[in-house]
């Protein structure tokens, strides 16, 4: 709990019970989850208001991330500290039996490069297949 509570503290956060718990939540999930399986998990606690105020908050502070898949669903995560192996731009990894996204930051890959003009605001990569628990 002291590493969900250095966490806000480093981000100028103040520890709601709404905030320990979505951290908490996706902490230990150990895949990223929507908006509804967090809502799901943390229980009836909270509004679905409170909690969608709390992951727009999150993500515009950078203490989650989002990651967008086929179909529009978009799952949130911990965004990995910034003293481990990790960039802004890492590959996300999409099990294709049990659903789960991973986080795989130990994997950063750089910007593409783009024709003269455009300016990239956010990309990432998502590889697609069975993982380590569903492949055996």
């Given amino acids: 709990m002291n590493e969900i509570f250095s966490l806000l503290e480093k981000n100028k956060l103040s520890r709601t019970p709404c905030r320990l718990e979505v951290l908490k939540t996706l902490k230990y999930s ?3 989850l929507s908006e509804a399986e967090i ?3 943390i229980g009836d606690h909270y509004d679905r208001t409170t909690v969608y ?3 727009r908050n ?8 989002s990651i967008s ?3 529009g669903e978009v799952r949130y ?3 990995p500290q910034k003293d481990m192996a990790h960039s802004s731009h890492h590959v996300h990894f999409f099990c294709n039996d049990c659903n789960g996204v991973f986080c795989i930051s130990h994997q950063a890959f750089d910007t593409p490069r783009l024709p003269a003009g ?3 605001e956010s990309f990432d ?3 697609q297949g069975r993982c380590g628990k569903c492949g055996k």
């Fill in 30 to 32: 150990g895949s990223a």
């Fill in 39 to 41: 809502r799901e998990k």
């Fill in 53 to 55: 105020r709390t992951l």
């Fill in 58 to 65: 999150f993500l515009k502070q950078d203490v989650i991330h």
């Fill in 69 to 71: 898949l086929d179909g």
């Fill in 77 to 79: 995560a911990l965004t």
């Fill in 118 to 120: 455009f300016k990239p």
């Fill in 125 to 127: 990569l998502l590889i």
